[in-house]
């Protein structure tokens, strides 16, 4: 059974970093592009980074430059690093691996940046 589960969300002030993990199993991440989503309250859901399998970066361009994408496939874990975080930046994240017609989501993890 394959699951990805997230996790190091959390409250943060704005300016405040976080870093978010997503641990899976079932399957190997190696083969997989890795891609981090979130969604906000009444909003869809929006692509935030993605990292393919050989290592390559995009961004949406509401985070390029403050957040920051990277795999480890030696622990089978995929990781999202939030620095200079904002109020805009609350939302629900998700972690989805995906490789051909193969796609998994992990259940998201909520991160709140508030005063």
């Known amino acids: 059974q394959v699951q990805l589960v997230e996790s190091g969300g959390g409250l943060v002030q704005p300016g405040g970093s976080l870093r978010l993990s997503c641990a899976a199993s079932?399957?190997?991440?190696?083969?997989?592009?890795m891609n981090w989503y979130r969604q906000a309250p009444g909003k869809q859901r929006e692509l935030v980074a993605r990292?393919?399998?050989?290592?390559?970066?995009t961004y949406a361009d509401s985070t390029k430059g403050r957040f920051t994408i990277s795999r480890d496939n030696a622990k089978n874990t995929a990781y999202l690093q939030m620095n200079n975080l904002k109020p805009e930046d609350t939302a629900i994240y998700y972690c989805?691996?995906?490789?051909?017609?193969?796609?998994?989501w992990g259940q998201g993890t909520q991160v709140t940046v508030s005063s």
């Open positions: 990292i393919s399998r050989g290592g390559t970066q």
């Open positions: 989805n691996a995906n490789f051909a017609a193969n796609s998994y």
């Open positions: 079932g399957i190997s991440i190696s083969i997989y592009g």
